[in-house]
């Protein structure tokens, strides 16, 4: 049985790229229902700090913070951790995004401030204590017949977003539709016969059935439940068996929507991280942003003779929604 989770960072924001991603794990059939987070302990916790060598897998909320010494810290040493463990140890951004999200990085030369994505990793931790964690990840996945299946992310960048949301004309439908794709990559997998994927409710949203009919065309559907805190469906088709629950909260809930969570962070904020560098080169004094909308305006609006000069479209770098 395989137990995926998929959620985003960046929804909200005026800057930078919205990114989404999906984490699944194998387990044993008779551990499926168990929790991953006390299966891989001592290996791994919801909290950083409380064990050494213990990775911190969370709602990428309750680990990151701009007030904290090094906020990047615990995002970064959870998801470069669990790619050590899996034998992957990207030096810098292009290696990371050929790892989770090939096909962006040739939509990145579109945009100045992401060309090269020359970016050395990690940023906030050291090497070895990647490598170290790693290898207590893998040892404690090894010893539950546990294994990492796949991190995948979508990175939906300002100037895809705008184009997106110009053709649905809904910010919420075109979260969907980034969803659905990375929905079809696992359940495209051949790794993947048997699943429950866990992905983060999308605002209000409560029937989603009739845009899974429409990308898991030939496959038998039926409604598990459509309620106020989850729903939840079961895609049957000649060799497969994958049930796909929308939940309230769901990053709280599973592991792999929680590690998610943590990779989108982690991946919008490298991104923010190379747009930030970019701009105050050019504007002496700038302040970075996170992209916010209140602080997003400010940020833009002192770009904007920089921009002018440099002959950039604002459709490339400021969203219409």
Known sequence: MVIAGIDEAGLGPVLGPLVVSASAVAVPDELADESLWSLLAPAVARRSGRRRLAVAIDDSKKLYSRRRKAPLAALERGVLSMLAARGRTPSGLRQLLG???????EPAREYPWYAGLELPLPRAVSDTDVLLAGNALATAMAQRNLRLVTIRSEVVLAGELNRLVTATRNKSTMLLDVTLRLLMHLCRRKDTPHARIYVDRQGGRRRYLSA??????????????ESESVSAYRLTSRHRCVEIHFCVRGEDLRLPTALSSMVSKYVRELFMAMLNRFWCRYVPGLAPTAGYYI?????FRQIQPAMQKLNVDRRLLYRIR
């Open 99 to 105: 790892i989770l999200a090939p096909g962006s990085v």
């Open 212 to 225: 899974l009919q429409r990308v898991f065309s030939g496959c038998e559907f039926k409604i598990l439940d």
């Open 295 to 299: 602080d997003g305006r400010r940020f």
